[in-house]
């Protein structure tokens, strides 16, 4: 302490101050480095919760005496008890999900309820079920559903009822695939509901299925444009390998029904139908009598006398009945139906290394292009007549220089270590030493003697065992041993620097063999040193 006191009294008013500061500076940055290696790890416990759900949430971390943080719309607790804190929340019903099932009916006595309070819980527990089995995607994350129902009244037409969906998906957009399948389970837990009056909205997609048809095909032809993409690029890839080929896909689909009827005739083929004959026979006899005389009156005369006539007539019909040939055609297009189909293929080429080192890129033959084309051909359903079109080239890819480095995995990424918390222990032990080196060991270390100092005769005289061991010529008295604090002194001016015995490289087992070993390496300076001595003793007698 009173080397300390000496060295405080030493100092200036300026050097105390920035001792203190720098000392007030570093216990505060030690303090706070403890407090952040002793605060718990944080992790996320639940995010995206509802206002009510993450109301109750905290209450009963706040009553278990549980330390959270709220960071915007997500709640932090300490890892090692994030998981039973998880486990315990869902034994009491936390946190509440904010769509009610058919629970609400539970609370519905016979006493009292209307029967339109009945169908609004009853329509109310019907939206939530649907919201539940919906948020059981692991695609979506929140959901809410809305029926528009009319209730039935006598002597009133009762409309069609309707229904939208709103959803959050976890990433991304949600697929029209999966936006068609929401439509028919929805309209298939309502009656009288048709999936065209389910109207499907994602809140980062916009609308994604609705009542318009026209639009619903729009999202089903891009789909299945990026699947037949994604078919071909998975089949070209196995042979060229992953990164060598571009494909861009157009599908053309029909987006009206069409129906068209062909009716054909031709002239030149005729087809007997049926044939009718018809034959027809006719016979025919005549007897003609003599004309009337007044010999037909008498008894002998010639009145008896009269000629005979006979006729016979044949005739045949036949009426054949042709029909001309006829075709009869009916083509309908439903929407969605394929109208054309284009595809682009951008093939690398082989990328070889020659006798120097140097990269070599050749073009692929046309008999692997061809073979490559038929491949592609069959898996999108080629069809020449429809006027599909698929066009595969090979070209040289030009190099894309990499950003950054490739990533790799660590160290400790395959030790259960907190990272934080080491980072925190280590700059805690940086500013410990720092602490150590730059403020306390100036303190504790004794001052040097500067030169201007030592030239107005400030240097320190030897200790009261010194000089009761050495004479006035500064030596040792005969008999005695040098101490071990006997000071050397190096150089033959007055501002010489002193340096302590333990700091030269003088050796021997005697402290007066060493001082003699000292004067004989040093003579011209002890000499110096010597008379500066003896002028000193003149001038005091003097």
Do not use: C
């Not at 389970?185 to 009656?191: D, E, G, I, N």
Request: glycine share 8%.
């Amino acid at each position: 302490m009173q080397q300390i006191a000496s060295v405080w009294a030493s100092l200036d008013m300026r050097k105390r101050l920035i001792v203190v500061a720098s000392t007030i500076a570093m216990f505060v940055a030690v303090i706070g480095l403890s407090r952040m290696a002793s605060s718990p790890q944080m992790i996320l416990l639940y995010a995206g919760l509802e206002s009510g759900a993450a109301g109750d949430v905290v209450n009963a971390l706040e009553a278990r005496g549980v330390q959270y943080e709220i960071r915007g719309g997500s709640i932090f607790v300490d890892t090692a008890q994030r998981d039973s804190l998880r486990m315990t929340l869902a034994s009491e019903g936390l946190p509440a999900n904010g769509a009610k099932g058919y629970e609400l009916l539970d609370g519905l006595s016979g006493f009292g309820t209307t029967s339109q309070m009945f169908d609004a819980a009853y329509w109310r527990a019907k939206e939530g079920e649907l919201a539940r089995t919906i948020v059981a995607s692991p695609l979506i994350q929140n959901a809410r559903v809305h029926i528009a129902n009319t209730p039935s009244q006598q002597f009133r037409v009762r409309n069609q009822p309707a229904a939208s969906v709103t959803v959050t998906t976890a990433s991304g957009t949600l697929p029209s695939s999966q936006a068609t399948a929401l439509k028919f389970l929805v309209a298939s837990a309502v009656p009288g509901l048709s999936p065209d009056r389910v109207s499907i909205i994602d809140s980062r997609g916009g609308l994604i299925a609705s009542g318009d048809e026209k639009a619903d095909l729009n999202n089903l032809s891009s789909d299945r444009a990026m699947m037949l993409k994604q078919n071909v690029e998975r089949l070209l890839e196995a042979r060229v390998g992953f990164g060598n080929a571009v494909v861009e896909l157009n599908l053309e689909t029909a987006t009206e029904q069409e129906s068209i009827r062909e009716r054909r005739f031709d002239p030149e083929a005729r087809v007997a139908v049926s044939t009718d004959t018809l034959e027809t026979s006719n016979s025919a006899k005549d007897s003609e009598s003599a004309g009337v005389t007044v010999a037909s009156n008498l008894p002998d005369g010639d009145a008896g006398g009269a000629g005979n006539s006979s006729s016979n007539t044949s005739e045949t019909r036949e009426r054949i009945n042709y029909e001309v040939s006829e075709t009869t055609r009916e083509v309908v297009t439903t929407p969605g139906a394929v109208k054309r189909l284009t595809v682009a293929v951008l093939i690398d080429g082989i990328r070889t290394t020659d006798g120097a080192g140097n990269e070599v890129w050749t073009p692929r033959a046309e008999d692997e292009l061809t073979n490559l084309r038929e491949l592609v051909a069959g898996a999108v359903g080629y069809n020449e007549a429809r006027g599909d079109q698929i066009t595969i080239k090979s070209l040289q890819f030009e190099p894309v220089p990499a950003l950054g480095s490739s990533p790799a995995s660590g160290i400790l990424s395959g030790m259960a270590i907190d990272v934080m918390s080491l980072v925190q222990m280590a700059v805690l032990a940086i500013v410990t030493l720092v602490l150590g080196l730059f403020v306390l060991r100036p303190i504790f270390a004794a001052p040097r003697v500067t030169e201007s100092e030592a030239a107005a005769g400030a240097l320190p005289g030897p200790s009261e065992d010194v000089a009761a061991n050495t004479d006035t010529a500064g030596l040792p008295k005969p008999g005695q041993n040098a101490p071990t604090d006997f000071p050397v002194l190096l150089g033959a001016a007055p501002n010489a620097e002193v340096i302590s015995p333990d700091q030269t490289d003088i050796t021997g087992p005697d402290p007066v063999e060493r001082l003699r070993n000292l004067i004989a390496e040093r003579q011209s300076d002890t000499v110096e040193i010597l008379r500066g001595w003896m002028e000193d003793d003149e001038e005091a007698t003097r």
